[in-house]
């Protein structure tokens, strides 16, 4: 079996979080390996390329309210691009560790379904701080990252199972909530020294993780609402599958059902019960000579 045999085996047989890391990955490679072979032939696409920064392309999201007005898919898109190998390589990394620790407790279709619901309020805190903080009034930047997401998982795992514990290599065993601590501690402090934005979308996923498993625990899953968008896509192109015929075949000319007969022993027995029966009644001397007759024959 080939490596390409075994990608495919993998990606059928894995779960949600090992599809979504596909899906980042790829991408990630594909659309960079096509944007160079065109470079190379002079041919620059800047609509489709995130990677060169800016808010003209199609896909990241932007801090400007009215891009969303010609591109409202980039509230999901952007949550599954990254600038470079190293962004992509920390996401992915921190994307399996806390999938495996959500899934320990709850199931795929609640994880995608945080992941995208995460993603979107994510962005639209992204874009409404820059309409609101005054320190990025006037600033038109981009976003792209699944660290909003990633965020948004890992809290509301540790909102869940605060004292669940970790083991971490060269740290030794801490508890959730340690973690995921200490990532809003970092976010908090960085939010006003660099990446601003990027800084906002983690502590927008993040509270968004908490208010999931809050309302979650008081019998709302938000999950739903997503998990019945995609099924709806899904069975909606899906072959329905054809009722087998079935032929009835009719006799054009039915027989009419017979009756039953009887068997001989069985009439002759009525009769001598019969007979008896009147025997019983009038004596043997009201009896017929043809009953007398038969009686007699029958006893021989």
Do not use: C
């Not at 994510?122 to 976003?143: R, W």
């Not at 973690?179 to 509270?207: P, T």
């Not at 019969?274 to 004596?283: T, V």
């Amino acid at each position: 079996m080939g490596i390409i045999d075994d990608i495919k085996n993998e990606y059928r047989i894995g779960g949600i979080v090992q599809r979504l890391i596909f899906w980042n990955v790829g991408l990630f490679v594909i659309p960079l390996v096509v944007f160079s072979l065109l470079k190379m032939g002079g041919i620059v696409l800047p609509q489709f390329d995130w990677t060169v920064g800016g808010t003209s392309n199609w896909f990241s999201v932007s801090s400007e309210p009215a891009d969303l007005l010609w591109k409202p898919w980039t509230l999901i898109t952007y949550a599954f691009l990254h600038y470079d190998f190293l962004h992509l390589l920390f996401n992915m990394l921190w994307l399996f560790f806390v999938g495996r620790l959500f899934l320990t407790f709850f199931t795929q279709k609640q994880f995608f379904g945080l992941y995208i619901l995460s993603a979107i309020f994510a962005a639209l805190v992204f874009i409404g701080s820059y309409q609101v903080i005054p320190m990025l009034s006037g600033v038109v930047a981009p976003m792209v990252g699944a660290s909003a997401s990633i965020m948004a998982v890992l809290v509301a795992t540790a909102v869940y199972a605060p004292q669940y514990q970790v083991r971490l290599m060269l740290i030794g065993t801490v508890k959730l909530w340690h973690i995921a601590g200490v990532f809003i501690v970092l976010d908090l402090i960085d939010v006003s020294v660099s990446n601003s934005g990027g800084h906002i979308a983690h502590l927008s996923g993040a509270l968004f993780g908490f208010i999931y498993i809050k309302l979650l625990q008081n019998g709302t899953d938000l999950s739903k609402g997503v998990s019945a968008i995609i099924d709806f896509f899904v069975n909606l192109f899906k072959p329905k599958k054809a009722t087998p015929f079935k032929k009835v075949y009719r006799n054009p000319n039915p027989q009419p059902a017979r009756a039953a007969q009887k068997p001989a022993k069985d009439i002759t027995q009525q009769r001598i019960d019969e007979i008896l029966d009147k025997i019983s009644r009038s004596g043997y001397d009201s009896l017929t000579q043809a009953e007398k007759d038969f009686l007699r024959n029958t006893g021989k």
